[in-house]
C-alpha cells in the first residue's frame, strides 16, 4: 500500500495561483503513476491531471486549458500540481491518486484507474 497527503490548498483571488503537493509513502513512488482530481460540491470526482512513472503527462484540457502543470519528484516522494490563473469553478476539494500497476507510459483519466487516494484538500477561489 502507499499512503498519500494532500497539502497547499486554500482561499485564493481569482487570477491566483496555487500549489498543490501531494507526498507519499509506504511503497516505492517510482513504481507509481500519480494523478490528481477535483470534486465540486454536489458533483461527481473529476480527472485534472496525471503523470506516468516516465513522466509523460495528461491534462483535462477543457478544464484546465494550459493553466494547471503536474510534476513530480521521484527522490522527495511528491507530486505536485501548479495551478495558475485560478478561476471560481476550480473551487473543489482536490485528491491525489496513485496507480501501481501500468507500464512507465501509461496514465489513467478515470477513478477506476487508480487504487489509492488522499484525503483532499480543499481549493476555494473567490471572485
Known amino acids: 500500500q502507499v499512503q498519500l497527503v494532500e497539502s497547499g490548498g486554500g482561499l485564493v483571488q481569482a487570477g491566483g495561483s496555487l500549489r498543490l503537493s501531494c507526498a507519499a509513502s509506504?511503497?516505492?513512488?517510482?513504481?507509481?503513476?500519480m494523478g490528481w482530481f477535483r470534486q465540486a460540491p454536489g458533483k461527481d470526482r473529476e480527472f485534472v491531471a496525471a503523470?506516468?512513472?516516465?513522466?509523460?503527462?495528461?491534462y483535462n484540457v477543457d478544464s484546465v486549458k494550459g493553466r494547471f502543470t503536474i510534476s513530480r519528484d521521484n527522490a522527495k516522494n511528491t507530486v505536485f500540481l501548479e495551478m495558475n490563473s485560478l478561476k471560481p469553478e476550480d473551487t473543489a476539494v482536490y485528491y491525489c491518486?496513485?496507480?501501481?500497476?501500468?507500464?512507465?507510459?501509461?496514465?489513467?483519466?478515470?477513478?477506476?484507474?487508480?487504487?489509492?487516494w488522499g484525503q483532499g484538500t480543499q481549493v476555494t477561489v473567490s471572485s
Open positions: 509506504g511503497r516505492t513512488f517510482s513504481n507509481y503513476a
Open positions: 503523470i506516468s512513472r516516465g513522466g509523460g503527462t495528461r
Open positions: 491518486a496513485a496507480d501501481p500497476a501500468r507500464a512507465t507510459w501509461y496514465v489513467a483519466t478515470t477513478t477506476s484507474g487508480y487504487d489509492f
